[in-house]
């Protein structure tokens, strides 16, 4: 089992910036690959952003690109996700999640976060 808990969530003005980080314990968090999904109301879970077990490789929804990074450190089994130049429709409740391997979809991924937050005022 692994367990993940979010942080850093919030409320935020347009253009402002927020650092999510999802804390992992349990099994050996360099064995898994993460990512980040979110889901606004009215609409299906999205992925966000996903790194590979070693962080050398990361990719992103073209929603986000070049607005969001994500990056993990395995030393503290923690990943991040830092949001800058936040829109209104980056409003969602934010999750992370673990799986055996990438992958843009939800379903491989077996250990999922409770969700946090985040709200985009314009």
């Known amino acids: 089992q692994v367990q993940l808990v979010e942080s850093g969530g919030g409320l935020v003005q347009a253009g402002g910036s927020l650092r999510l980080s999802c804390a992992a314990s349990?099994?050996?968090?360099?064995?898994?690959?993460m990512g980040w999904f979110r889901q606004a109301p009215g609409k299906e879970r999205e992925f966000v952003a996903g790194?590979?077990?070693?962080?050398?490789?990361?990719y992103y929804a073209d929603s986000v690109k070049g607005r969001f990074t994500i990056s993990r450190d395995n030393a503290k089994n923690t990943v991040y996700l830092q949001m800058n130049s936040l829109k209104p429709e980056d409003t969602a409740v934010y999750s992370c999640?673990?799986?055996?391997?990438?992958?843009?979809?939800?379903?491989?991924?077996?250990?999922w976060g409770q969700g946090i937050q985040v709200t985009v005022s314009s």
């Open positions: 790194v590979k077990r070693s962080g050398g490789s990361t």
């Open positions: 349990g099994r050996t968090f360099s064995n898994y690959a």
């Open positions: 999640a673990a799986g055996a391997g990438y992958s843009r979809n939800y379903g491989p991924y077996a250990y």
